[in-house]
């Protein structure tokens, strides 16, 4: 019954870890498109490492991740209208770490263009997928909850950088 | 073990909660695109609320959301090629309430433009991604489930609504 | 006792099952987007079957599945860029069975049109959706794991097809 009864606890708290994982990836969005430094604070290790790719600039520790958001150039951007959109992630759970895959798209509302109505809809001009990015959050466990320790992020654009962060989600099926 | 067991069923029931609420969310899209009245009026609280913002219809009470669904305007919409589309939501649980934060778009076929053609993909126009908005359902538990008791949404457009909607989501960091 | 904890492992097995259904899901996107033709052969039944509608090739069998991923116009699109980009999917489980129905975008960088800077996010041309399906899955547990048993996908082009799916998902509410 002990035995069992850990079992289940084991198993629970696996499924309580991918749970809070997703609201982890989840809040992402509202964090990057209000500037809220506090939350990329509290949810990126001390020595946590954001890898944007060659062309952008990162970020390395959680204060300069929060900087990051404070910056003028992105809260200028968020003044233009942004936003973070996020597919399903795919998880792979191992222990106390744990590996993200997830596909964010980076939208901003069109600057021109022709107005299109929708019945019960209005009107719009449309929004620019600006950036598309596959994901990898390299997860750890700690006292104060799941914490990202590197996330890369490639854009997909036919070069081989973002297949390889898709590759590596799915290693075990080669 | 009493104590344990119960422990464990209110954890499990916690997690239960969350996968429900996953999937109110996830129905919202298939109802609103095929204009599934019954479904609205399930899912929303009888006093329910849509707070669509200044300049489109919204609705209280869940007959009237599931009226809204089956008016001409909207149906027109759904003939013309009509999809919801969710992103990740970001869940916030507290016993028999419960606050989701998720964005949304609304898409359309493209109705001019030049076809592309992408191999083994076939040829198309594209889509025009029509609305993009923050959403924030509070939900409330009932005898019969998880029900909205009132839905906001506000256009990502630079304007501060939307992000409002955001900072709400993660008013624990600040 | 052992009633209420067969009980939690029925419950708990439940919730498993929705999250390893999940993680099926957003395996697909990585497998599409880098032709890994061992996942598709993994997570399809031997006998699974891929109804993409007229116009475009299926396949019938896991191998065939696999085939596809390996073609030289699969190939070709990956090699453009090609995102499959999922948004949340309605499950419904009925113990060995499972239904997941789901969107899902199929984008390409454009090709042409004119850059657009946005602060902090560099310049871009931008991303055509190319495509916009409803999914059906049809999902079997097997010992081996959940497998597909039949995916049925149809484009959002105001057609009734794709609408079809969605209602099936909400068949309850009507």
């Known amino acids: ?18 749970l809070e994982i997703y609201n982890l990836i989840a809040g992402h969005p509202p964090s990057a498109d209000t500037g809220n430094a506090a939350y990329a604070e509290a949810v990126y290790a001390e020595d946590g490492v954001f890898d944007r790719g060659p062309g952008l600039a990162g970020a390395a520790g959680n204060k300069a991740l929060g900087a990051l ?40 509302p069109k600057k021109s263009g022709e107005a299109v109505e929708v019945p019960n809809h209005g009107a719009s001009r449309g929004y620019h997928i600006h950036r598309l990015v596959t994901n990898r959050w390299e997860l750890i466990r700690t006292a104060s909850g799941w914490k990202i320790k590197r996330r890369v992020i490639r854009p997909v654009d036919g070069s081989d950088g973002s297949r390889e962060i898709l590759r590596q989600a799915l290693a075990g099926y080669a």
Chains 1, 2, 3 share one sequence.
């Open 1 to 18: 019954m002990a035995e069992q009864s850990r079992s289940l606890e084991a198993r629970l708290r696996a499924v309580e870890d991918r």
């Open 69 to 108: 958001l404070k910056s003028d150039a992105h809260q200028a951007a968020i003044a233009g209208g942004l936003a973070h959109f996020t597919g399903l992630p795919h998880t792979a759970l191992d222990g106390d770490k744990a590996v993200v895959t997830s596909y964010l798209q980076i939208l901003t």
